[in-house]
Structures are given as C-alpha cells and as structure tokens.
C-alpha cells in the first residue's frame, strides 16, 4: 500500500479493528478512511465495490472475514470478476485480491470451516492461492496483489500463528508455480496450506519408522495448479497421494488425479490416493471435526496404500 | 427554453428508437444471435438522463441500455456491430446487446444479473474519492432491481459513504411479466432510498425535460459531494421483454395508452405547438437519423465475425488458455 496509491483495502472489521485475524492492524491508521474502510455486512456489495473500482484503475484488497461468507459474494467473484477481462476484450481487468479466512480445526463448526476453493475452479478467469508459511504468505500476497488477475487469496486460520523468517523487503513468489518442499523417491504427496505441514509430519514419521521417502510438495497455487511440479515429481516417484482439506467429492483432488488419468496414467505404479475431509459438514465437537478432516495419520495411511497396491 | 436543447433531444430520441426499430427489424431477419431487450419507449429516460453526464463520468447501462450506450457518445456503428456480434463491436462481438461496453467513454457496460451493476457502480464512486476526481456515476436500473438484495446492500453504502452516484431507476412497470405494483410494497419506487437516508424524486419519464431537470439536480448533487439520489422515471416499455415475446400478460389497451404518451410524439407536439421549429426541419433530423443508422447498418453487417482464436483471448491476463 505504501509502494502503491491504487492499492485500497476493504471488508468488515479491516480497519479501526484491523481484521478478525489482526492482519490489517495499523493500516487505517497508516493510510486513511478513504483507502482502508470498514464495510457493513455486504459481502455481495464488498466485491461489487472491489470489481467497479478495479475496472477504473484501482487496485482493491478485500477481506472476507470467513471464506464460508464467500456465498454471499459468489454472483460478483464468478459473473463480474472472473469474466471482467474477457468482456472487456482486454481493456480492463478485476485485479483485486480476495483475502479470507478458510480451513478447519478452529472447534467453529459449519459457517467457519469450510475450504472453499473447489467452488472455484470450474469458473475461467479465477486464481486461488494458499500460502503454508510466513515467508510464502508475503511473496504470494504482493504477488497477488500486482497481478492483473482476480486472485482468492486463502489464508488458513490454523496457520495466522506460525511463525517463520520473513524478509523486510518487498519480494514476490510467482503465482502458479509449486514448491518441493521435501525430496523423497517412493512417494509424491502433493498438499496445500495447514495440509502441507501434516504432509510434512507424516513423511517425517514414515521415512524414521518406516522407511518410505516421501516427496511432498506444497501447491501454494491450488487454481491453476502446477502440472509440471506435480507430474514431474509422479514420474520420478511413481505413486502419488493428493491430500486436500475440502469434502472429497469434487474437490481439487479430483481434478488433480484426472490430470494424472489423463497426462500421466504411465507413469503410475499404483492407483492415485486421494486424501480429504469426509462428505459431511464441520461439526463442532472436537471428537467430530477431528475425525471429519483430514490429519497426518490419514495422509500415512494413504501413501502405505500406495506402496503396498 | 432552449430550443437548441430541444432540437438535440429530439435528434436523440429519434436516434434511440430508429436504432431499436432497426434491431428489432435485423433480429427478425436473423442477423443478431441470442436475446434482444429493447427500450422502445423509454427514449425520454435515457436520453434525459444522459444530458447530466459528462466526460470522466462513469455510467452502467440497464437492462434495455442501447439508447444510454449510444448517449455516451460511443459510434452507433460501434454499438450495433456488437449486437450482431461482430469483431468491430465494442466488446468484439464477446458481450452482445447486453454487455455493451466502452471504458474510454465511462460506460462500464450492463450486467445480465440484475442489480450486479449497483455495487459495481459502488466502486466506481468509491474510484472518484479515492482519486480526488469530481467524476459521477450514472447507475441506470429497472424496477424488477428493487428486490435483490444488491439494490439494498449498495444504496447502504452509497448512504453511508456518501458516494457521488445518480442512481436513475427506470420504472416501466413490469419485470418480464411481473407487474412492479405485485412486487414491490411502494408505487413510487423512489422512495426505497428513505431507509438509506438517501433522496428519491419520481418523475414522468416520458418527459424528456423533466427528466433532464431532475437528474441534472441530483447530478449537481452528486457533484458538490453531497451523495447520492435516486431518480425514479415513469415508463412504459412498448415491447415484450425481449424481441419476440408477445407480451400476453399485459392488457393492450394499457398498451395503447402508453403509446399515446409516446416521448418522441409529446416534444414534437410541443416543439412545433410553440413554434419552435417546423415540420420541415424535423424531417430533415429524421433524414440525418436515417443516414447514421443506413452507416451503422452497413457497417455491422459488412464487419467480420471475430475468429476461433478470438474465443480463447483474454481469459486471464497474462496467461494462455489452451485451445481444441
């Protein structure tokens, strides 16, 4: 915001209060009523707002407290911003950021839960991208904020409390392009925002217990996702476990593994793995959302699956 | 009164109803893919409204905008070949009749869900304080917008924010077959603003300069900073909602009374009933009407298709989208 004028900064509770999450503390202060507004509850009106000033140059920042309120702003993101650029023939573009809280493990049960990026990726014209450290958050954030594109930025609220290094200056990491974030050679598992680090901690317990060297790789751009990272490392590895933290139905995972059916079936020395949250809702007893989402056991057991098939 | 004014409204409206006549005409003979929504009719409340609208300011066209489109000043050539869906429209044939749009003119163009427009135009106003422009927003709108909840959503932050729009709901009494008195609890729709503590002011739409004069108003309103209004024209559209639809919901002889009320009949009478000009010299605006849609016609009918490779353009910035 300080490099660029254009840049302004929208959504309930984002400025005298700095955001449910505290992520924009100190910004209204930094930058003013006009560029840092707190909004009514409009999330439909909120992403209008963002679309009509992005069209005539501006550059919005919105956040949407919980990605479950995305709902409310649905016919804005997938009618006006995803097709702006396109009806516009080029001439102008919704370049807005969507920040917002997803995922679950918060004990808040079915209207703060949910992983919404599914509901995206059958919509031309969208990004969603999330981030699984501090360090990946910042580049990933400015690099969403200056590309032309609307992007959904998903911010895992399970992860707003890790910590990590984090340059002072500004840097951006490219949008669309994944991160190994551990080598291994029997098998890629491929996972995104709090999953990476369950990811992460099952290979480390499989490689020490079990001698299974994993490949994880963090997505950080769930839509479009990096077919070359992925694909790369399948044909290297051979057997593949898709861990996603949305119902199973639909969900990235499925699009990832028909890529595979599609690109890679070769490749594969076993049947791909899909790891999700069951097809039920977020219930809020810990026992229930516990067993309901996925966690590191479960990505385990995926990847023996893959081994022993 | 400003003759000079008159006579320019006059070569407006006749603009406005030649080009609808025209498409509704090139649709029957199959030239135009898809639906046609036609403002015949509703000439006086576009081409009123548009008078209050200057250089830098922005406007969202309503549902039957073609007359508001061409009142930017966008060529009517311009503005038909899209509608045939030609690559020389203002989109490149990629929006239709109902997405015309043309940035370089502030029109930011319709939107097939109605009242999506309301907070776009939000943003648009937002845009002018930020920028410390004197730059408005022209939000047209129709009745039938009165029931999302974007209508709500965004008259309460233009309240709120005080944002610089003209918000000129074009009340022509029916959303397809719903009657807007069965829909909505007020007559006078104008009136909805008073829970946003925002001003409304219903109008006879068929009254070119009553229309000018209001939205002047709440254009210098606007303007000085002082918020938003709501500019309610009473009007009546002569078609069905789209070209085709016989329209059997509504009684012809309210039909009939309407089309006595015909906007382009009432300044006709008046121009030439206080002799302000002669029958001769309206005819020759018809004749240079006649010549600018012959232009535009021949235009859009000559003008190419867009391509295959046209259809995978501007997806993304930035980013290909892979083809057949």
Known sequence: MANDSRVILLGEDVARMGGDFGATMGLLAKFGPDRVRDTPLSEAAILGVANGAAFVGLRPIVEIMFSDFITECYDQLVNNSAKAHYMFEGKASAAIVVRTASGAGFRAAYHHSQNPEAWFQNIPGLTVVGPSTPYDAKGLLIAAIRDDNPVIFLEHKMLYGTTGEVPEESYTLPIGVAEVKRPGTDVTVVASLKQVHYALAAAEKLAAEEEISCEVIDLRTLIPFDQATVLASLKKTGRIVLVNEAPKTGSINSEISAVIMEEAFKDLKAPVERVNSLDVPVGFAPVIEDYVTPGPADIAKAVRKVIDN | ?324
């Not at chain 2, 046609?36 to 081409?47: C, D, F, K, P, T």
């Not at chain 2, 039957?64 to 489109?69: F, K, L, N, Y």
């Not at chain 2, 009165?146 to 233009?158: C, K, Y």
């Not at chain 2, 235009?299 to 501007?314: G, K, V």
């Open chain 2, 1 to 324: 009164m400003d003759k000079q004014k008159l006579l320019d409204y006059y070569r407006k409206m006749v603009l406005v109803r030649r080009f609808e006549e025209t498409m509704e005409e090139y649709a029957k003979k199959g030239y135009i893919p898809g639906f046609l929504h036609l403002g015949i009719g509703q000439e006086a409340s576009q081409v009123g409204a548009m008078s209050a609208f200057e250089p830098g300011d922005y406007v969202l066209p309503d549902h039957r905008g073609h007359g508001v489109c061409l009142m930017v000043g966008t060529p009517t050539r311009e503005v038909m070949a899209e509608i045939f869906g030609k690559k020389t429209g203002t989109n490149g044939g990629r929006g239709g009749s109902m997405h015309v749009a043309d940035l370089k003119r502030g029109n930011i163009g319709n939107n097939a869900i109605q009242g999506s427009t309301m907070a776009t135009a939000c943003g648009l106003a937002v845009s002018a304080q930020v920028k410390k422009t004197k730059s408005i927003t022209f939000d047209f709108l129709g009745d039938g917008t009165v029931g999302r909840g974007e209508f709500h959503e965004s008259l309460n932050l233009a309240g709120i924010w005080k944002l610089p729009i003209v918000y000129v709901l074009v009340n022509n009494g029916y959303a397809i077959s719903t009657r807007a008195t069965d829909a909505h609890p007020l007559a006078d729709l104008a009136k909805m603003g008073c829970a946003y503590n925002i001003p409304g002011v219903t109008v006879d739409g068929n009254d070119v300069e009553a229309v000018a004069a209001a939205v002047k108003e709440a254009a210098d309103r606007a303007r000085r900073g002082d918020g938003a209004t709501i500019v309610e024209l009473k009007t009546y559209r002569w078609q069905g909602h789209f070209s085709g639809d016989p329209a059997s919901y509504r009684p012809a002889e309210e039909l009939a009374a309407w089309k006595e009320k015909c906007p382009i009949k009432h300044l006709r009478t008046q121009l030439l009933g206080k002799k302000l000009t002669d029958e001769a010299a309206l005819k020759a605006i018809a004749d240079d009407v006649e010549r600018e849609i012959q232009d535009a016609l021949k235009f859009a009918i000559d003008s190419p298709t867009p391509t295959i490779e046209d259809a995978l353009r501007f997806v993304y910035v930035g980013r290909e989208v892979a083809g057949k």
